[in-house]
């Protein structure tokens, strides 16, 4: 049964533009192979911000960069409205050798969803709340750590100040990487949204194996994250006797291979990964003195989840002491599985028979700036197809219809919940997040 | 019983000079914990290279420089010579937080030799052949590999072409680096010499606990290389299934732990190390899609040496394999253990007799550029205290009168052999070395 389409006739997204405006950004930060090193507060993220905020104030947007370069457009759909407005999103950083979808299509589907929107308006549709597009700052956590950074700021889980004072491997602040870019704003942020709206990549293959265009997500994979650096003693590898040496890289190793094993003990529940590790000084003949790493453990299930965290702290701690090193833990996150609002999935997916494509629910193992709002305003994540599940990879790639079929819902959502004057689906507290 | 002195009354060592000079040359690429960073070509080594011509030329030198860099500062002691001249040298090179110590003091004492050579010849000692200081290109072998590099041309190991084309790990070729520091010389380097001497520092606390000033090295440790490329699958440490990972780190830390478990198999006779490891792209949340890494065995028993050789390969391929990632071998080298000529170090022995500081013999067991001498000219290692045995560290440290007791008896041994006629001292056959 095909539920109501709230979309006007008329109205609805261009074909191919929100593909069309993805390969446009891939040239900012563009790399050989065809994906993009677009890490936060780069030259080449401060071009794409440029360009977005050329965009959006074509499109008629109001332009506010907060303090931790979190980027807002917001849309005038309603005179003097003093309701939030609905908000949808997503990030324009990437990996460093990143796929060019990840979020900028995301962000890309948010502005064209908000020029449709206008063009209602325009046409005379009344809306009774404003919209807002947003590129958050830092969802990647690649050269800056924690991820979903800006909008963990803007969720009020991380401290302004503290944020800002995050290094990257360099020793540069994000403070003042984002200033060097011109993004260090001074606009206060908009107030928490009446709704958070996301689309996104999916990131694995369960969409294209289930032949589905649509994914709504119901909740996400809990992770615990650690950064850790063991201190050893440098030495020259050649004369000192293996007894007395204290080498950083040996613990670490032995973490890397103990956490490997670890996953094997909750198969298909238990993801473990290192995937950044500093040696220093970095010789070949010389024993290390420190290996900085970021270690990861991911679970559906909260239970295996905390075992699991301490279980990486045992492994690190365990691996220090065998190879006579010390650790220290620079900075540690725990994110909890939740689920996202039942009834707005409900809603979604009230809206996916609307424009007549069926959607398929599933649960996110990836982190998402959306997850950041669960529990503080109503808050939906939707998914379309990567080819062959690819991601963090420059051969990420995904069907220009598919990001139109996912454009489509968004629109139809934020056309209903822009709609309605008494629009409080779901009115959560504000939880605990850790 | 006191062997009969050679170099004259008169004619000695200035307390403390080499000290003073070590001093000096630790401000080119000096840290802040008191050690140095002036890798092979960087703008710190181009400094430092052009103090030490200033001094050379002070002292009466004439400099060639030859087309790896190699830098050579002739005395003439002898009014047209045909004879080979006398050499003897070190290095000016350091690892990227090397001590102060390390190649400079050989470098710095070879000067004061020379210096005090010509001294005899103004005051009328008539010597039979020149002397020659040499700084060699790259002993350490940390930003290019392999190590030992200029002496190892010079000797003929290594093609000129093959060394110069050799890139460190920001692409940079041997040839453009030292073109940058203005050593990329076009001078013939000098023949053969007729004997080579070196003075290092022990790197090991065999001459501090049998509290000796100098060590008389017998023979080398041998040691096999590699630079390997673990290549898998870059991908989203998230939602990737373990099972269909291709973690290029793991393959990597498997290595670095199994390599570590084998010189267990065979102790004190058989070091193992990884130094050098690079992750790419190196970001927490994603699966490492290439790790370069440098591994060496050591062993004073060649038999021992290449069985740990072939255990490394298989160390290595299986932990590709159980990866699922593959493996490139980048380069390899092979230093057999092999002796120093026993009547060149029972000359230096007599020497040390004739000063009156007695020596004790030793073995090698890193790498220096006197070993790639070996089986061409007479060659002698000699080594003097590092303070609690501290080496390729910041905080590496030798005592000013131990420096002078080194450089003493190179001193008088360079005497002897500069003043004979007829030296042919075991004119060994160029033999070879791998």
Not at 224 to 244: I, L, S, W
Request: proline fraction near 5%.
């Amino acid at each position: 049964m095909r539920s109501k389409c709230y979309t006007p006739e008329g109205i609805a997204v261009t074909p191919g533009r929100i593909a069309g405006l993805v390969t446009e950004f891939a040239r900012f930060g563009a790399l050989p192979g065809g994906g993009v090193s677009r890490l936060c507060a780069s030259a080449a993220d401060g071009d794409a911000r440029n360009r977005l905020t050329e965009l959006l104030r074509q499109a008629g947007a109001e332009i506010r960069i907060d303090a931790v370069g979190n980027q807002f457009g917001l849309f005038r759909l309603k005179a003097d409205s003093t309701e939030p407005a609905g908000m949808m999103g997503s990030h324009l950083d990437s990996q460093p050798r990143g796929g060019r979808v990840d979020g900028t299509m995301g962000v890309m589907a948010a502005l064209e969803v908000a020029e449709r929107l206008m063009e209602a308006k325009r046409k005379g549709h009344r809306f009774q709340r404003d919209f807002c597009v947003v590129n958050w700052t830092n969802e990647e956590g690649a050269r800056f750590r924690p991820s979903l950074m800006g909008s963990g700021v803007f969720a009020g889980h991380y401290k302004e100040e503290t944020i800002l004072a995050v290094r990257d491997d360099n020793g540069i602040t994000l403070a003042d990487a984002l200033s060097d870019i011109g993004y260090k704003g001074i606009d206060a942020a908009p107030p928490m949204p009446a709704f958070y709206l996301e689309l996104h990549a999916e990131q694995g293959a369960r969409l294209e194996r289930s032949e589905r265009q649509i994914g709504l997500v119901t909740g996400n994979w809990g992770a615990a994250k650690f950064d850790v650096a063991f201190h050893g003693e440098q030495a020259h590898t050649g004369p000192t006797p293996m007894a007395e040496r204290r080498d950083a890289l040996l613990a670490a190793s032995r973490t890397v291979v103990a956490l490997r094993e670890l996953a094997d003990t909750k198969p298909h529940k238990l993801h473990t990964s290192v995937g950044r590790l500093l040696v220093s000084p970095n010789s070949s003949n010389v024993v290390p003195d420190r290996v900085d790493l970021s270690a990861e453990v991911r679970s559906p299930d909260d239970d295996i989840l905390v075992q699991a965290e301490k279980a990486l702290q045992k492994v690190i701690e365990e691996a220090a002491a065998i190879s006579h090193t010390t650790v220290s833990f620079a900075s540690r996150s725990l994110r909890l599985a939740r689920p996202l609002p039942g009834d707005f999935v409900d809603l979604l997916e009230d809206c996916s028979r609307a424009i007549g494509i069926p959607a398929m629910r599933l649960d996110t193992i990836s982190g998402h700036d959306a997850l950041s709002l669960i529990g503080l305003c109503p808050t939906a994540l939707v998914f379309v197809p990567s080819v062959g599940g690819i991601a963090h990879n420059e051969a990420e790639f995904t069907r220009p219809d598919d990001m139109d079929a996912g454009a489509t819902l968004m629109l139809e959502a934020a056309f209903r919940l822009c709609s309605e004057a008494d629009f409080s689906l779901h009115s959560e507290k504000r939880g605990e997040v850790a």
